[in-house]
């Protein structure tokens, strides 16, 4: 037996998977962040700790399993933010998680010194607020009681392998989403982490995805339920996880999408893809060898939860979005810009917002819902005009994450985009199952990554009404103008005394 751990923004998902990977159960530990003004978004790492020890303990006791079947842990995480330590690697102050974007200013000085092509070409991503980088920069100028006793800056991933073996590293694919990852020789950027001051000693040695770190300490022991010893492979970044659980491993396999509380647009291949806009960016893949160029917005499956929440609550989700389905929007000239947390692709602005525009007096809580889905639908749109614009196919898109158990979001998502979408059985679980079959591969346990493309099968496929073709395009177009209109404003929308 494999147990996996999904650190996401929501909670820790842990996942009982048999030795060839196959899921057998989960059990979620929920925590809670918090948001603020000013582009603040933070997480306590001392809950994601409690979360896995909850879970894991939670995940045996649901199935019986005892603790000496269990052959390995495997961990995926949230990506791009960053854990401050001190000597004895204890927690200085909350994790900076990947949504916050306070750390502009910073961001500018980085994108001054380098520029923004040198570092796109160098990292696979832009300079921007919402990477690593900036927000330890944030922290020195902000915080300097904190950052005097940091010694050690990581991703969530590892701080969770740190307390469960003692042992502190990061991977390709987590390290090549923090701004300082040099993505073509394969180690810590020299010229980032110059231009940004910061020492290089702070960041964790980088090995790969598939390193069994050590063994489970007889404290993390206690902590989770299982056996001191057990292995731990280091596992990866939750969207490179994804892929692997989608099983999207090479440039053969078919583009997918994810709708999380983020949502992304992504593929893999064997080279970094450089779009000249900038729109894109690329991670390293968990696959040797291997990139995952991804075009990610930071409000999808969020901007769906915020408006049920506002509306109804979670008891209302299944009402609200069947109402949603017999209801217009865009057809009426109604839009949402889902842009509640900033944005990352395709407009990179940290100062976006999100934006009801059209509404009129007859609109009612259905048609903000079915607005919200068709906004996500149409800057999703956006993010593929990064892959097709590029030479990389979309013939058809595979949805995984939350989102894709709402057949009303996939049915507008094929209509949208005007290609096929289809539905795999793992849905939401596609990073725990990713961190599954990467520890399988660090233990051994499988002859390799191919594995994945026999863990979930399509169980649905969405044909987009050809008859909106030229419709899907145009009301696309309205959208972006939306936003174009708004852009200027957005910077200028909050006025203080």
Same mark, same amino acid.
């Given at each position: ?38 582009? &603040? ?143 073509? @020789? ?57 892929? &692997? ?79 949603? @389905? ?69 013939? @058809? ?71 909106r073709r030229d419709l899907a395009a145009a009301q696309h177009e309205v959208f972006l103008g939306a936003y ?14």
């Amino acid at each position: 037996m494999i147990v996996a751990h999904d650190l996401g923004t929501t909670g820790d998902k842990a996942s009982l998977h048999d030795d060839a990977g196959h899921t057998l159960a989960t059990f979620t530990a929920e925590y809670p962040t918090r948001f603020d003004a000013h582009g &603040v978004a933070e997480q306590d790492p001392e809950q994601w700790w409690q979360a896995v020890g909850t879970a894991t303990r939670g995940l045996l006791e649901q199935t019986g399993t005892p603790s000496s079947e269990v052959r390995g842990v495997g961990l995926s995480g949230q990506m791009m933010g960053a854990v401050f330590l001190d000597g004895a690697h204890h927690v200085t102050r909350p994790a900076i998680i990947w949504a916050d974007h306070r750390s502009a200013p910073q961001a500018d000085r980085l994108l001054a010194e380098v520029g923004q092509d040198t570092a796109y070409r160098e990292l696979g991503h832009r300079i921007h607020p919402t990477y690593t980088l900036a927000k330890m920069m944030w922290v020195r100028e902000n915080e300097p009681e904190v950052w005097g006793r940091t010694r050690h800056v990581c991703l969530a991933k590892d701080f969770v392998v740190h307390r469960l073996t003692g042992v502190l590293v990061t991977d390709p694919s987590d390290a090549s989403g923090t701004d300082a990852f040099d993505q073509v @020789a394969g180690r810590w950027s020299a010229r980032m982490l110059d231009a940004a001051g910061v020492d290089e000693g702070l960041l964790p040695e980088v090995v790969p995805s598939t390193t069994v770190v050590g063994g489970l300490t007889p404290e993390a022991a206690a902590a989770t339920g299982l056996d001191a010893g057990t292995p731990v492979v280091l596992g990866g970044g939750d969207g490179p996880m994804a892929a &692997v659980g989608a099983g999207v491993l090479t440039a053969d396999d078919a583009a997918y999408a994810c709708l999380g509380s983020s949502s992304w647009i992504s593929c893999s291949s064997t080279r970094p893809l450089h779009d000249p806009e900038l729109r894109s960016m690329t991670f390293n893949h968990v696959v040797p060898d291997h990139y995952v160029p991804t075009a990610t917005m930071q409000a999808g499956g969020a901007s769906l939860s915020w408006v049920i929440d506002l509306l109804g609550g979670a008891g209302a989700y299944d009402r609200l979005l069947s109402e949603a @389905a017999h209801v217009a929007a865009a057809d009426e000239g109604l839009f949402f810009l889902p842009y509640l947390l900033g944005e990352r692709s395709p407009n990179w602005n940290a100062d976006a917002a999100g934006t009801f525009a059209g509404l009129q007096r007859h609109h009612g809580p259905a048609h903000l819902v079915r607005a919200v889905l068709e906004g996500v639908a149409f800057n999703l749109r956006t993010c593929m005009d990064a892959f097709t614009e590029n030479g990389v196919g979309m013939e @058809a898109v595979d949805v995984i994450g939350g989102g894709a158990q709402s057949a009303v979001w996939m049915q507008v998502l094929a209509d949208v985009w005007q290609v096929p979408v289809r539905q795999r059985t793992i849905v939401a679980d596609a990073n725990s199952l990713g961190a599954a079959v990467t520890a399988a591969v660090g233990l051994d346990l499988v002859d390799g990554f191919d594995v994945a493309r026999t863990l979930s099968s399509l169980t649905d496929e969405f044909t987009p009404d050809a008859t909106r073709r030229d419709l899907a395009a145009a009301q696309h177009e309205v959208f972006l103008g939306a936003y174009d209109r708004l852009e200027p404003w957005f910077s200028t929308r909050t006025v203080t005394r």
